[in-house]
């Protein structure tokens, strides 16, 4: 089929050719909204007019930015590696992505489970609002998905097979190097040019050489690492949840890059949200409760991951009675405190780039008062600044607690 943007009114019609999604509607009549709220395509909520309960998302990718306009180009063709990742996650960790009922490379598009009962995990956290049971999914999913996507796990044929089905994804991965690594440190029309200008904060981090040299080492790291297939943009904004179940969306930035930026953009969220509680709610026992949470996903990930490297005999990089288990384990030690390390710096990056970069995020870009959102970026600034100096010389998640802490 030919490629056509879809619109409310015809995105039903579409629907009507496709079997799988009739199944599930049966003979309803169908209505549709647009309620897409990211920063690049357009998601559709189609519901029976009979239940509304009843209903399928659409997602579909438009040939430019949405955020930006119609004038900034940004090939469809991003949805074409979110549907072979959301396929290739949803084989991993099937209860943690959302059911997938058609996907059309053509028609860059995906129908996917509705998430009714649940919220994107940005907005209940800056609502204060605890879910019990994220650690333990978010952890499941780093570990899963990172290891068994890694030359850990799959043999060198595999792994090479993945990167060539992935790492085409080049116009997601340019934005990234753009704008996580580069313009939100330096002058650049697509910043927030309101806040940068007159700015004694922005002025200090453009001047920032140490902190720039810094990134550009992490920004390497994100360009030719090959470590396993990443999300690409796990921000808090990317998961769905409730008390009991947790969903992961919107993987279209994924490629096979370093095993720390999905880590390092979840734990950046995280942060991002406890500098809105110090400066707005001065809420202590959230803040407690954020400090919790990141503590516990990396301890979790790390004896997850070790755990799924223990059970697996032979990989790519390592095969039975190579080494014997001494060596083995102090290897093994070694290469997740390099994963933890590079986790630091990538969300020093991804917590920085939010002050005055393209895409803000509401905790921070949102705070009305304008001497409270000083504040906070300038806490932001500061605890991203440690964790791009420092990363290399992390070795415990207790330092990284205390960094964010002793920041202000
Ligand atoms: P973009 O790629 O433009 O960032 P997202 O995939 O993040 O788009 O989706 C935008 C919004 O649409 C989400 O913030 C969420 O509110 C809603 N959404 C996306 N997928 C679902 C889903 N499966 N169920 C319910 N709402 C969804
Ligand atoms: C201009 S691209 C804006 C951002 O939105 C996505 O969610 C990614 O984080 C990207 O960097
Ligand atoms: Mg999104």
């Known amino acids: 089929m030919e490629y056509r943007e879809l619109d409310i009114n015809s995105v039903v019609p579409y629907l009507k050719s496709v079997d799988k999604v009739m199944d599930y509607f049966g003979s309803d009549d169908l209505k549709a909204d647009e309620i897409g709220d990211g920063n690049l395509n357009y998601v559709y909520l189609v519901s029976s007019m009979h239940d509304e309960k009843k209903a399928l998302i659409v997602k579909q990718a438009v040939p430019y930015l949405r955020c930006v ?56 956290l800056t609502d204060a609002k605890r879910y019990p049971k994220f650690s333990e999914h978010i952890s499941t999913y780093l570990a899963q998905t990172l290891f068994k996507t890694s030359s850990l796990f799959l043999d060198s044929t595999a792994k090479r097979k993945l990167i060539d089905e992935f790492n085409s994804n080049t116009e997601l991965c340019k934005l990234t190097e753009d704008f996580v690594f580069t313009f939100a440190y330096m002058q650049n029309e697509t910043n927030d040019a309101q806040n940068v200008k007159d700015n004694p904060q922005a002025q200090k981090l453009f001047g920032d050489m140490k902190f720039k040299e810094k990134v550009l080492d992490l920004k390497y790291k994100f360009m030719t690492s090959t470590d396993a297939l990443i999300h690409g943009d796990l921000h808090t904004g990317s998961i769905m949840l409730n008390e009991n179940e947790t969903f992961v969306i919107d993987p279209e930035f994924a490629f096979v890059g370093p095993f720390g930026f999905d880590i390092g953009a979840l734990v950046a969220n995280i942060v991002n949200n406890y500098v809105h509680h110090t400066i707005v709610t001065k809420d202590e026992g959230f803040k407690e409760y954020l400090l919790e949470t990141i503590k516990e996903i990396l ?10 490297w223990e059970a697996q005999k032979d990989s790519a990089l390592l095969i039975e009675g190579y080494i014997d288990d001494k060596t083995a384990k102090h290897y093994k030690k070694k290469f997740l405190k390099r994963i933890l390390q590079e986790s630091v710096g990538f969300a020093g990056c991804k917590m920085a780039r939010r002050v005055f970069g393209v895409a803000g995020v509401a905790e921070i870009r949102g705070i009305e008062d304008k001497k409270m959102r000083r504040e906070a970026e300038e806490l932001v600034l500061k605890i991203a600044r440690e964790f791009v100096m420092k990363y290399n010389n992390i070795n415990s998640n207790d330092e990284i607690l205390e960094i964010i802490k002793s920041a202000r």
């Not at 301890?299 to 070790?306: Q, R, T, V």
Request: aromatic fraction near 10%; proline fraction near 3%; glycine fraction near 8%.
């Open 69 to 124: 306009g119609e004038e900034f180009a940004l090939g469809r063709e991003r949805m074409t590696y979110e549907i072979r990742a959301l396929s290739k996650f949803k084989n991993i960790v099937p209860e943690l992505v959302p059911e997938l009922y058609h996907v059309s490379e053509d028609m860059s598009i995906v129908v996917m489970q509705y998430l009714g009962k649940h919220i994107i995990l940005r907005g209940g």
């Open 299 to 308: 301890e979790l990930f790390e004896s997850k991951f070790l755990k799924l």
